[in-house]
């Protein structure tokens, strides 16, 4: 009785690891939206209707694992309570929202799509995580690679140069590659040999996705990625007076790289043949910044601004010429639809994700803490351009979530392991 009971619970575990891995390949737009589009690059009302059917299965199979250790998922939240209060809060903005009906639509949308976050980070640990996103985010960049071979004609972008592979576009594929890339840095810091030489995989694989997508935020994503990688381990493997030392000179380093982007960001774009606006999206910033301080508070409600039900989006599309479906920028989509209350909430979130990974990278550096830390520098540096942050199922707010809910989850478990230094910061957390 007892073998089939341990059959049974080993046939679960595996029926999770479908079920987790099929929600991210999902979530990443992979070769469903290419399928469905009509060879423009875009999709029409029905088609993206057809396409969050998908979400369905996903939502009932997550939701059907969660069930079965509903303490576990409230220990989670109660320990990360301002992921939960920022996860929520799009649903009260519903209240003032321009539209109410779109936003409490993706609002509850969002919702839906953060159990998976949850499951990721309540039942698969960091190593976990890293085994199994390089099965689904490298397989698909291997894919995107092999069908630049097998089908260059589907597989490049239309009318413009880079590859897309089995993604609607160019800048997805060099998102996925950017993330396999750090996945490939957190893989080889691990004890088993096998899990390094993987690790070296994924590192060339993804950087041949990047070079190949031509996409410059993917490329300064994965740079970024690789800094915070690197900052945060030089500051787990510092003592004492060495760690405030180090500290203080990766804080001066990153101010000096600030400083030389902002004075000579457009000598860069010029030397690297690139649109100087960075593609109109600076226009579109400074229209965008006239109506966030029309109501920088609450803003305009969750997931509405840029929808057609808003008559202001249409005049920024007819202003700027292009119908931008949101403000290239997840700090200002959030102030857009959050107000400063919803951008505090962020901050708050993943500032306080990166202290506490830099005290569990400190008391078990080779368990995978520090790919939640890269996840998290990242995705800060991804939105600089474009705009991720509290997007119902989408991949990259997945592994953001999911890195910060581990974290939290984790780091009251391994709270005694950490050295007195490192809990003395985390104490004004």
Known sequence: ??????????????????????????FSGALFPLLLEGGDGMLDAAERSRLRMLNLPVYLLTFLFLARRPILLAIAMWRNV???????????????????????????????????????ATRFSPRQQIVLLSGVLGGATVMSLAAAAVMPGLAMM????????????????????????????AARQDLQPAMRWGGLGLIGIGAAGILLSGSATAL????????????????????GMARLAAILVLAL????????????????????GKDATLTGRVPLWHLVDAEIARRPVLGYGYGVFWSEANPIAWQIWEEVGWQAPHAH??????????????LALFLIVALRALQQGTGLCSAAPHDGWLWCVATIGTALAMNLSESTFLMQNDLM???????????SLRHAQLRPAIPRHSRLQHAAV
Request: charged letters at 10%; hydrophobic letters at 60%.
């Open 1 to 26: 009785m007892a073998t089939k009971a341990t059959a049974f619970e080993r046939g679960l575990r595996r029926a999770e690891w479908f079920a987790a891995g099929l929600a991210l390949f999902v």
């Open 82 to 120: 301002p992921m939960v209060a920022l996860v929520l809060f799009p649903t009260v903005s519903a209240f003032w929202a321009i539209s109410q009906s779109v936003s409490l639509r993706r609002s509850i949308a969002l919702i839906m799509s953060m159990a998976v976050a949850y499951l990721l």
């Open 158 to 185: 239309p009318g413009e140069g880079g590859l897309r592979g089995i993604f609607i576009h160019k800048n997805v594929l060099g998102w996925v590659a950017s993330f396999t890339v750090i996945l490939g840095l």
């Open 220 to 239: 300064l994503s994965a740079l970024f990625g690789w800094l915070t990688f690197l900052t945060v381990r030089t500051i787990a493997r510092a003592r």
């Open 253 to 272: 380093v990153l101010v000096s790289l600030a400083a030389l982007l902002f004075i000579g960001l457009l000598p860069l774009l010029e030397f690297l």
């Open 329 to 342: 920028n997840g700090y200002r989509d959030l102030l857009l639809g959050l107000g400063l209350v919803g």
């Open 397 to 407: 707010w997945t592994l953001f979530s999911t890195a910060a809910i581990t974290l």
